[in-house]
């Protein structure tokens, strides 16, 4: 179980899934609550412009700031969009969305390479992380973790309670951007690893299985990040011995991406088995009585 | 110094004044109501003096200062149904997040602040609460955790919006009984309600407030 993990390439991917579920896991939770999936998915879609120019302008070493760049822009136009309910969170998202992702596909259909390039950027390339990409994912990491330790506490708040948040004092439009570049900067972390279309799956699949077991924020945080650990791990190894002792093909982030769904729908079972006796306790109790 | 001094204030959302023309005056340790119909304003006014809505004419002062500089001197309670009961928190947490503001961006919840918290929600009879959801609490007990969570701040000018729909009698009781308590205390307190008989028997004074605005 430990064996595939001294391989160079899989041990890189290992840390590389580590410093993904210390920040998604707490960060879904915030998406959760303030009902940001689709946001978070269209982050995932306007990066796509960011990574083509930059790869064009950078080669692999230029996706990490062109994904940046669309990321923190899109965050603003999303947060500016929405500000005052000039339109609904979700039309204003589509168009966002769509806008930016048919000018990555125009970008990147104008190259040769179209497939392979294309099913990089979308899927990522988990088992090829280098060194250099996890220290710019750890800085990356902590910088998150640094902005969100400071901003949780209001951004619950403000989640659960605009009014009272505004009442307090605090500024919810700031508060929303603060949420948005976050958000942002973790697509950005995960975008080469996982690529722009699964890394939607790290943010809102832990915290969606969390919140079938928990009520509390911080447990729902644990235990999104310890999903995604789980995942990786497991998803990681399946992936090594489908391909090394069976030569069957399986891709690594959509392994772990679809242990992720696994475990979702073991928690949803088990959340459900778990109300349905309470109610069957609660009639016999009231049956006795 | 006044509590809560209106002169002449009309209030809206926008730029659209939603009530106008209103006169109040409310001093440490009074209970004025707000009396109406639905639609009349008496939400827009008690969010006007926390900057929820408004002030479009007229002069608002808390303790002597416009409503944005006087927000941590007012405590401010909304109307429980305007809440998602499926949110992931408990009455105690919720209870909790009045003192966000004091605690500030960098220091960790202290023992102080879990205490004040517990202590606010014993205040309103849920001591023993503190660990459920509170969507799995009766809407009555969800306003009196709300109460709780604006105690805790230790307003000295308490705003509540519709504090009595839809709750029931023990949990009516427990609010006014913790009211009379605040008030007997020194500090302020305006609510709304459209209830006239229990406004008449509960506060000090009573304003009365019909469609005004244009």
New interface residues.
């Given amino acids: 179980m430990i064996e595939p993990f001294t391989v160079p390439f899989m041990g890189r991917a290992l840390a590389e899934i580590v410093l993904l579920a210390v920040i998604c896991g707490p960060v879904g939770v915030l998406v959760l609550v303030r009902k940001l999936s689709f946001v978070s998915d269209a982050l995932t879609h306007t990066v796509f412009p960011g990574v083509v120019v930059g790869f064009l302008a950078g080669g692999l070493d230029g996706i990490f700031l062109g994904a940046l760049v669309a990321a923190l822009l899109t965050a603003v136009v999303l947060t500016l969009l929405t500000r005052r309910g000039a339109l609904s969170d979700d039309a204003s998202t589509a168009v966002v969305l769509t806008a930016m992702f048919s000018v990555g596909v125009v970008l990147v259909s104008r190259r040769s390479s179209y497939t392979s390039d294309l099913t990089s950027f979308l899927f990522g390339r988990l088992l090829t992380v280098t060194m250099q990409q996890i220290a710019e994912t750890a800085a990356l990491a902590a910088l998150i973790l640094a902005v969100l330790a400071a901003g949780a506490r209001a951004m619950l708040l403000r989640a659960f309670d605009p009014a009272a948040a505004t009442a307090a004092g605090y500024r919810v439009f700031w508060l929303d951007l603060w949420l948005n570049v976050i958000v942002a900067l973790v697509v950005v972390a995960a975008v080469r690893a996982v690529g722009t279309i699964l890394v939607v799956a790290l943010l809102i699949v832990p915290a969606a299985a969390a919140r079938l077991v928990s009520h509390r924020p911080m447990v729902m945080a644990l235990t999104g990040t310890g999903l995604i650990l789980l995942a990786g791990w497991t998803g990681l190894l399946a992936s090594w011995y489908a391909s090394v002792e069976h030569g069957i093909a399986l891709a690594s982030a959509s392994g772990v991406v679809l242990l992720l769904v696994a475990g979702y729908l073991m928690l949803l079972v088990l959340s459900l088995v778990r109300v349905r006796s309470l109610a069957r306790i609660r009639s016999l109790a009231r049956v006795r009585s | 110094m006044t509590a809560l001094h209106y002169t002449g204030v009309s209030a809206g959302y ?1 730029g659209a004044p939603v009530v106008a023309g209103v006169d109040l005056e409310v001093g440490p340790g009074r209970k004025l109501a707000l009396v109406g119909p639905n639609g009349a304003g008496k939400s827009t006014l008690i ?1 006007s003096a ?3 809505a408004e002030v479009l004419a007229g002069t608002a002062r808390i303790f002597g200062r416009s409503p944005a500089r006087a ?2 001197l ?1 405590g ?1 309670v ?1 109307q429980v149904g ?3 009961a499926d ?4 009455a105690g ?2 209870v909790l ?1 009045g003192r ?2 004091r ?1 500030g ?2 220091r960790p ?1 202290g023992a102080a602040d879990r205490r004040a918290a517990r202590e606010a929600l014993g205040q309103v009879g849920l001591g023993e609460q503190a660990g459920r ?1 509170f ?1 799995l609490l009766s809407g009555g007990q969800r306003q009196r955790v709300l109460l709780a ?1 604006a105690i805790v ?1 230790e307003p000295r000018l308490l705003l509540l919006d519709e504090p009595f729909n839809g709750v029931d009698a023990v949990s009516q009781d427990a609010i006014l009984s913790v009211l009379r308590e605040l008030t007997a205390a020194g500090a302020a307190l305006v609510l709304s309600t459209h209830d006239a008989r229990l406004a008449g028997d509960f506060a000090d004074s009573v304003c009365l407030i019909d469609k005004t605005a244009p």
């Fill in positions: 926008r969010k926390v900057g929820l927000r941590e007012c401010y909304p305007d809440l998602d949110f992931p928190v408990t947490q919720v997040m966000y503001r605690i961006w960098f919840t959801p969507g969570r701040a």
